[in-house]
């Protein structure tokens, strides 16, 4: 079964300041998708970014990238330029192509922005 | 368009007791997902529908939890009796059917409170 590992429960980050949050996964699967989500204080869950295994190349959207290290199985997500809506919690997640379409979640990272 | 609506909000119910949570997927959307955070641990999977039919419902706990989507549009997740263990936030998410990309949408979840 496939696992993913948030291994920072909280960060911190200065307002227009950069900050990366970690994520590795464990999997067998040459073939799968990777997501951030995230879920702001009493709000639903939306997606972030996404990232299939077969692209080398890493998925931005906007002030969001990931690092894709498909060897290392580490996904982490970079925010430029934070701002004070970006607080929120902050979940990697797994979908296998063979398992439906079920998502694997880490235990999240709660990111808090200074001003 | 509305997007996922997940009702109650809160819901505060004494071991033992019956609970019914109720979630409104996108119009259109045939794939229905109940997830649920227990204790601020991950987010797990507990079942998949695609329509009315349950697609996978690896992830249900125990026979405790009975989960149904008749005419393939709202589905009930119902908890009788309910345990102390099953606290936690119960999400709800859809997608639709056969697209490659097959975006999960979340709703804001159901935070259930058992005493």
């Known amino acids: 079964a496939q696992t993913v590992t948030q291994s920072q429960p909280e960060m911190s980050v200065q307002e227009a300041e950069t900050v990366t949050l970690s994520c590795t996964y464990d999997?067998?699967?040459?073939?799968?998708?990777l997501f951030w989500y995230k879920q702001p204080p009493s709000r639903q869950m939306i997606l972030v970014i996404r990232?299939?295994?077969?692209?080398?190349q890493n998925a931005t959207e906007n002030r969001f990238s990931v690092n894709f290290q498909k060897a290392a199985k580490s996904f982490s997500l970079k925010i430029s330029d934070s701002q004070l809506g970006d607080a929120a919690m902050y979940f990697c997640?797994?979908?296998?192509?063979?398992?439906?379409?079920?998502?694997?979640f880490g235990g999240g990272t709660r990111l808090m922005v200074k001003p | 368009e509305a997007g996922v609506t997940q009702f109650p909000s809160h819901s505060v119910i004494e071991k033992g007791q019956t609970v019914t949570l109720r979630c409104d997927p996108i119009?259109?959307?045939?794939?229905l997902y109940w997830y649920r955070r227990v204790m601020g641990k991950e987010i797990k999977f507990l079942l998949h529908?695609?329509?009315?039919?349950?697609?996978?419902e690896s992830g249900m706990p125990n026979n405790r939890f009975l989960a149904e989507r008749t005419g393939g549009t709202y589905s009930t997740l119902k908890v009788q009796p309910a345990e102390l263990e099953d606290s936690g936030v119960y999400f709800c998410?859809?997608?639709?059917?056969?697209?490659?990309?097959?975006?999960?949408?979340f709703g804001p979840g159901t935070r259930l409170t058992v005493t």
């Open positions: 998410a859809s997608s639709l059917l056969g697209t490659a990309d097959n975006e999960q949408y």
């Open positions: 997640a797994y979908r296998s192509p063979n398992a439906g379409n079920m998502l694997t």
């Open positions: 119009s259109g959307h045939d794939n």
């Open positions: 999997t067998s699967e040459s073939d799968y998708y």
């Open positions: 990232q299939e295994a077969y692209k080398q």
């Open positions: 529908f695609v329509k009315e039919s349950k697609q996978d």
